[in-house]
């Protein structure tokens, strides 16, 4: 299996809070990429990186913003938690662009 | 819009008998097609992928077709297993444009012993 975390693995949070959730790989992998997974919905991306400082929006971008300050860390943040971002969060990791992902064990993230 | 859907939400099927998982798109671009397998509170595993060169890609009991006139993928499990009682999602991508998967809604397959 991949080397993939995800953290933590369950938050409850207040709307209007700032979350941050935390991707760490130890393959080395050059892109990483944030989803939301919603019933009906299949996963949808958030965000995604191509390399160190360098990230691109995905299709539900809005009220996220990402960072990649090292190969190993993407950082997910919801500036101000909102009910509609109550989602379970994955982490993937990928070698070659376009080519197979691999998952983080996610997170599931409760906005109250 | 969802350029990859899936339209059926579940599939019941008895241990040892086939079970097809159906997936269709609509965006021509795509060129490469994944199968990803989801346990509860687990990430998706990889299962299997298929280039548009292909029609046909084989491995073990799971077969993925693809027939680019249709826009149309299949996952194929045969014999299937209580073990394969999985959420199913197909994804697709266009190689050479990104690295984007898109998704399907995804499909839950329930083998019954």
């Known amino acids: 299996d991949a080397g993939i975390t995800q953290s933590p693995r369950h938050k409850v949070t207040e709307t209007g809070t700032p979350v941050t959730l935390r991707c760490h790989q130890t393959?080395?992998?050059?892109?990483m990429y944030w989803y939301r997974q919603d019933p009906g919905h299949g996963l949808r991306l958030i965000h995604y990186?191509?390399?160190?400082?360098?990230?691109d929006k995905g299709e539900v971008s809005d009220g996220y913003s990402v960072s990649r300050s090292k190969t190993e860390d993407f950082l997910l943040t919801l500036e101000s938690a909102t009910s509609s971002q109550t989602s379970v969060y994955f982490c993937?990791?990928?070698?070659?662009?376009?080519?197979?992902?691999?998952f983080g064990p996610g997170t599931r993230l409760t906005v109250t | 819009d969802q350029q990859v859907k899936q339209n059926s939400p579940s599939l019941s099927v008895q241990e040892g008998r086939i079970s097809i998982l159906n997936c269709d798109y609509t965006?021509?671009?795509?060129?490469?097609f994944l199968w990803y397998k989801k346990y509860p509170a687990e990430g998706p595993t990889f299962l299997i992928s298929i280039s548009s060169i292909k029609d046909k890609n084989e491995d073990g009991r799971f077969t993925v077709f693809l027939n680019k006139s249709a826009k149309h993928l299949s996952l194929h499990i045969v014999p299937s297993q209580p073990g394969d009682s999985a959420v199913y999602f197909c994804?697709?991508?266009?190689?050479?444009?990104?690295?984007?998967?898109?998704f399907g809604g995804g499909t839950r397959l329930m083998v019954k012993p």
């Open positions: 965006n021509s671009m795509f060129d490469y």
């Open positions: 994804a697709a991508s266009v190689n050479n444009a990104g690295n984007m998967l898109t």
């Open positions: 393959e080395n992998h050059r892109y």
């Open positions: 993937a990791i990928s070698e070659f662009r376009g080519y197979e992902q691999y």
């Open positions: 990186s191509y390399g160190v400082k360098d990230t």
